[in-house]
């Protein structure tokens, strides 16, 4: 069993099996939280979320955060007193194959013609 502090630190996610294409279309829907997506699929590595230079406050980080692990797009972890995000690649990949290829291309030839590469 564990103890208390270590699972109030524990984050909620969704089983594989209960992730859903409307959620993860709904969660990439937000400029900001596909923003995130695009920099953790360029890193192919866990980030904290102090790594994320976004134009919003804390809060609305966090909200966006929180979207994006609720509809199964990222898995949120704490190393010490980091919060470390992953992309939820394989997953995505083995529910959705091509999905998240497809929107990450789609994102950055719209980021090239918005002129923000």
């Known amino acids: ?13 969704p089983e ?3 992730i ?7 969660a990439l829907s937000d400029p900001m939280r596909l ?7 360029a890193a192919g590595a866990e980030l904290s979320c102090s790594h994320f230079d976004l134009p919003v406050t804390k809060s609305t980080t966090t ?4 979207v994006l692990r609720e509809n199964g797009v990222i898995r949120q972890i704490y190393q010490g ?5 992953g992309l939820r690649r394989d997953d995505l ?13 789609a994102a950055a030839r719209q980021a090239v013609r918005a002129g923000s590469g």
Not at 20 to 25: A, N
Not at 63 to 66: A, C, L, N, V
């Open 1 to 13: 069993m564990t103890s208390p502090a270590v699972s109030s630190r524990a984050l909620p996610h």
């Open 16 to 18: 594989r099996d209960e």
């Open 20 to 26: 859903r294409l409307e959620g993860i279309l709904h």
């Open 35 to 41: 923003r995130i997506v695009r920099e953790l699929a």
């Open 63 to 66: 909200h966006h955060f929180r």
């Open 81 to 85: 007193t980091a919060k470390m995000n």
């Open 93 to 105: 990949d083995d529910l959705f194959p091509g999905l998240v290829d497809s929107l990450l291309d």
